[in-house]
């Protein structure tokens, strides 16, 4: 009876495992976003450390707005990708593109997240260990 209980919790947990596998991202990938023709070298991202080792919630950088409130919280429900919501292409002087465009704008949505929290993080800690220049990001690779 004890045996039976101790397997079907150990299979629930190989279960549950199972189906957080099948739904998750890949830990690390390249972003690769199809509205716009490339220029520069991918960035790589390694999307398990920021949350296991550096620390961060998915609604640091996943979002859905609702009346100006993030309403998507639930870590099981997939998030939509970026470039569904801002998929205003520009990648050359989008700064001047009209405000509601710059919202929408996929190259500035990725540069306000990543390099807004980079700085902030190493502004906060007097340190230079999230990158913020050109090269620390567009590396294609680790
Ligand atoms: C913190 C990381 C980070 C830094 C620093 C960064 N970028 Fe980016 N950049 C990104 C990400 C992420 C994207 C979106 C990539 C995608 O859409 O596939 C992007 C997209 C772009 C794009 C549009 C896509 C393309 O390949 O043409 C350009 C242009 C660009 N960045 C230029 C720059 C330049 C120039 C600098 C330095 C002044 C810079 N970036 C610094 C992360 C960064
Ligand atoms: C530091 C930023 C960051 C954090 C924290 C983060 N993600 Fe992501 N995630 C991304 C980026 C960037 C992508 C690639 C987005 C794209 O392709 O539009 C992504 C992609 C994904 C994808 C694949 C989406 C697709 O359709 O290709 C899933 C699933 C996902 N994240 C789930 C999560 C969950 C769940 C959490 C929290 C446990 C989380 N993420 C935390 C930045 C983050
Ligand atoms: C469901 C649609 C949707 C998705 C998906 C989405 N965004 Fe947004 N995002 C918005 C809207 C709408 C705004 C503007 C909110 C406002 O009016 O201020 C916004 C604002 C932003 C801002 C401005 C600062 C802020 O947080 O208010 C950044 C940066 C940003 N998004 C980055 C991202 C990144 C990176 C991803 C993918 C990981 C993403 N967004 C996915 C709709 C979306
Ligand atoms: C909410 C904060 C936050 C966001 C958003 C964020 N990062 Fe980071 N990132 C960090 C911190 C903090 C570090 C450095 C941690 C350390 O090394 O101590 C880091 C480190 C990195 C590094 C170097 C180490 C590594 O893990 O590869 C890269 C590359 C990087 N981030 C890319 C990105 C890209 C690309 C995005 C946007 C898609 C992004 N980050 C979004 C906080 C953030």
Request: aromatic share 8%; with cysteine.
């Amino acid at each position: 009876m004890r045996s039976q209980l101790v397997l079907s919790l150990v299979l629930a947990v190989v279960l549950a495992c199972g189906v957080q596998w099948v739904r998750a991202q890949e830990d690390e990938f390249v972003i690769e976003s199809s509205i716009y023709e490339h220029t520069m070298p991918l960035v790589y991202f390694n999307h398990l450390a920021h949350m296991d080792d550096y620390g961060y919630d998915c609604t640091d950088c996943h979002h859905v707005y609702q009346g100006g409130e993030n309403v998507w919280s639930d870590p099981d429900s997939d998030p939509v990708k970026c470039e569904e919501c801002h998929n205003e292409p520009t990648t050359k002087n989008e700064k001047r593109l009209p405000l509601p465009k710059q919202k929408l704008n996929l190259k500035l949505a990725y540069h306000g997240n990543c390099i807004g929290c980079h700085r902030t993080y190493n502004h906060e800690n007097n340190v230079q260990a999230a990158p913020i220049t050109c090269k620390g990001c567009h590396t294609e690779k680790p």
